[in-house]
């Protein structure tokens, strides 16, 4: 199956090729790197641009204006903070204007640790893209999330930040991309460019039939009703696991892969927790104004007379940055052992 | 360093004659923008208004920019981002005066935000006009991206963006020069700085080295010119061949033009009368005299109509309805389908 890097190159394609994107543009981004993670090679439509996030988030905001389709990446979400102010300007752009101008452009960084990032290469970013009105927040986990959930941002009329988990841009999917071939290495073959010289290769895309995962829809990872575990991006798998690992000792876990922040899937979310009484919220961001409070704060005003246990929020330690050292990196943001000690905490809470 | 005044040009004025300047016409608009500033400013010191902020003493060049404007909807049209000095052009582009003292009195006719936004701070897709927004300097980041559409789409479309002196600290402004002048890339764009040597109570001097600021193009491989922002012929005759150029090259210009600021920066320095610089509209009406174009009792009648105008408007939008405030999530985002 795809990995991460494949299924954002697949979408892209769809996207330059049926739904109007002109421009995937960023540092590295075009010929010949096409992205420092893989992730835009052998696009016809990819360029790159000035090493300079404010004129990268700018161009796409006036292209958007323009009526256009842009795709803009940052390089790493740790480097996208001098932005703010023009990201800002994109999500209130339709509201000051009373409903005038749409900005519908897509924003793509990669967020989180696990690559060995130290201070400027493992930020996480969603606790502040979700303070920005008006945008959509996506953050998935898997190849086929990222591919269906890239189409539906291209697609959306307002400024969509697509996240994506840095630490599983390699990583292979379970479930198939419509369309990808059956065999890895096939597909490697087809779109992966070459090492070296890439100035004569050419992509042979797969047939890719019309396919998307709508925004503002959660996705249960598994079943169960002792808990609702609600994650996204690098840390949902490993909830799957810790609720694998502990079913084997009789626990019944709710694992939900939230994959979109703005707007996140409130139905899914409060049916779960009004079905288990429980709730424990994992990401990797720093834990104080972290998105997972509000998760929390929502959970409170609609499941507050279901709850048997308080609710947890397991994030990262809030630390200026992330140390390089293994051991640090590792103690700074959750990994499986502490999921898995703070679903047995919260199971351990009698209602 | 005073401000520049206006000098009497015959060979100038002949040029931009023979352009379609039409001195009566300017002149009007520059009135126009003035008493509606000054209705502006006093509704701001009454209950009519909240903040003000705008353009008095930019009236001549900005009278003159939205005169030469290419004015439409889409790419084949000129695309501007403004800051929030502009009444002066948005005037000349024909936006009747009523329509900013709506925003000036946060009135639901205000065909700009609804009451949501300052005044002076205008929109209008119709005319390619692009959000005017707070911050000094980030139209600057934004406009090369509507340049970029109009230079791939072909045709003689070019984006205009305008800023202070001050804006031109910000990265953005360097931004704008290096997204504009991309070797083989460069775009159809204007990129003018209207500099009143202020910001807000900083002097440009006391904290720039950097003059003229439009010179900063110069190393981007940018053509660039200086001129006279209280002259409303020279103005003229430079936007023409700056324009001229921006269109059929396809390349940028970067065009600096020397204004006043006879009302402060806003409200929240009190807006009062500057009387220290040269003001644009008593040199032009010397010049028009001179020229035998307008009699001196003609000008006040001319003023007294603006004047009168922006008051019978006033009187009208007090009677116009606030925003509902049930409609304050409105346009937070768009609804899918529309």
Known sequence: MASIAQAIRMALHVGETRLGVQDVFGQDVGPPLGGVFTCTQGLTTSWNAPLDERGIVGMAIGLAMAGARPVAEIQFCDYIFNTIDLLKIAGNTHWCTAGQIQVPMVVMTPVGSGIHGSIYHSHSFESMATHMPGWKVVLASNPLDVYGLLISAIKDPNPVLFLYPKALIRMHGEEKIPGEPDDVKQLSDMIDAPVGDRQTWQPQWPTLPDFDIPIGKGKKLCQGDQLTVVSYGRTAPLCLQAAHNLKKQ?????????????????????????????????????????????????????CFYHLQAPPKLLAGANTPGIGLAECLEEAQVPQLNHIEQAMKRLLEIKG | MPKQTFK????????????????????????????????????????????????????????????????????????????????????????????????????????????????????????????????????????PGTAWAQKRHGGQGLTIVTGGDAGTAEGDFASCLNFSSRPMMEVPILIIITNNRYGISTPFQEVHGDLPIAKRAESFGIQWATVNGNDPIASYNMLFEAMEYTRSSRKPFCLEADVSRLRGHSSSSGAAVVDSETDCIKDFETFLIDELIVEDRELQRIKDRYHAEALEAVKKVRQEPYPDPSTVFDHTYVMEGA
């Open chain 1, 250 to 302: 009789g626990s019944s876990i709710e694992v939900i892969d939230l994959r979109t922040l703005i707007p996140f899937d409130e139905n899914m979310v409060f049916e779960s927790v009004s079905k288990t009484g429980r709730i424990l919220v994992v990401n990797e961001d720093t834990e104080i104004t972290n998105y997972g409070e509000h998760l929390i704060r929502r959970v409170l005003d609609n």
């Open chain 2, 8 to 143: 009497s040009d015959q060979e100038a004025f002949r040029l931009a004659k023979s352009r379609t300047f039409n001195p009566l016409k300017v002149y009007h608009n520059m009135v126009k923008a003035r008493a509606l500033e000054e209705r502006l400013i006093k509704m701001s010191k009454s209950e009519d208004g909240y903040f003000w902020i705008g353009g008095p003493g930019e009236e001549a060049f900005n009278t003159v920019l939205g005169m030469l404007v290419h004015k439409g909807k889409g790419l084949d049209y000129d695309y501007m981002h403004f800051h929030y000095r502009q009444s002066a052009t948005m005037l000349a582009l024909g936006m009747p005066m009523i329509d900013a003292i709506r925003q000036m009195n946060n009135k639901v006719t205000d065909p700009f935000s609804q009451g949501r936004n300052f005044v002076n701070h205008y929109v209008k897709k119709e005319w390619n006009v692009m959000p005017v927004s707070s911050p000094i300097e980030v139209q600057y980041a934004i406009a």
